[in-house]
């Protein structure tokens, strides 16, 4: 009996821990497109940390508004302690308990941060990698920007500097992950609604179910 109550109290407690999935891949890749149609049927929010990012460097009266421009701009990766406050106060204020965490951690200071603020507060159920050439990645965020995503980046001197960030500090980070068997590859070079089909794979294998 005893027993049992505790198994209850544990689990209730368990549930209480926020999931999160790391999104992950290059520039162009498809994190948002794939994220927003996640978060449509599965119970998950969407955080985008390039959003979070864009949206305080908008805000009036931020101290860090210049130095996010300038970052962005040359695709470079703005410090930790700014980009996991930033979702760690998105998090407490969506209420849930489930988060698509896409575009970090992007680095190695991404990722040292979380782990020393965030990942004892949090369990990582996987990371999805959407795997995209370089040249269909270029041309996808080529096009967008020539669409009008008003993106300071989105331009071909810009995007080479992402690429180049991309390369060197965030595909180790991947490595890492995979090492630990939590990365779920996802091949992005097909369209959306296919890449979808791979993604509810994904999530099915891992026991996450569908509530919409
Ligand atoms: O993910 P997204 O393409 O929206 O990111 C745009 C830019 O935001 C990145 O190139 C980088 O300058 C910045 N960023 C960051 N740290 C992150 C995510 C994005 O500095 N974790
Ligand atoms: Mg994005």
């Known amino acids: 009996m005893l027993s049992r109550v505790l198994c209850q ?7 209480m821990v926020p999931e999160v999935v790391f999104v ?12 927003s149609l996640i978060s449509k049927e599965y119970d998950f929010v969407h955080l985008s940390a390039g959003d979070l990012l864009r949206e305080e460097r908008q805000r009036p009266g931020s101290e860090y508004g210049e130095m996010i421009e300038q970052k962005i701009r040359n695709g470079e990766i703005v410090p930790v302690e700014v980009t996991c406050s ?17 575009g970090f951690p992007r680095n190695k200071d ?20 959407f795997e995209c050439s370089k040249e ?8 967008r920007g020539a669409a ?3 993106r300071s980046d989105d331009n071909p001197e810009s995007l080479h500097k992402r690429f180049n960030t991309y390369l060197k500090d965030t595909m180790p980070i991947i ?9 779920r590859k996802i091949n992005a070079e097909v369209a959306p609604n ?6 509810k794979n994904a999530f099915e294998s891992s026991g996450i179910q569908i509530v919409n």
């Open 9 to 15: 109290v544990a689990r209730y407690f368990n549930k």
């Open 136 to 143: 269909l990645c270029t041309e996808r965020c080529l096009g």
């Open 24 to 35: 992950l891949g290059a520039p162009g890749a498809g994190k948002g497109t794939q994220c």
């Open 86 to 102: 930033l979702l760690h106060k998105a998090m407490q204020k969506s209420g849930k308990t489930r988060f698509l965490i896409d």
């Open 110 to 129: 991404n990722l040292e941060g979380w782990n020393r603020e965030m990942s004892d507060k949090t369990k990582l159920l996987f990371v999805l990698f």
């Open 194 to 199: 296919e890449v979808f089909k791979y993604v």
């Open 175 to 183: 490595e890492y992950y995979d090492q630990k068997g939590l990365v």
């Open 148 to 150: 009008g995503s008003g």
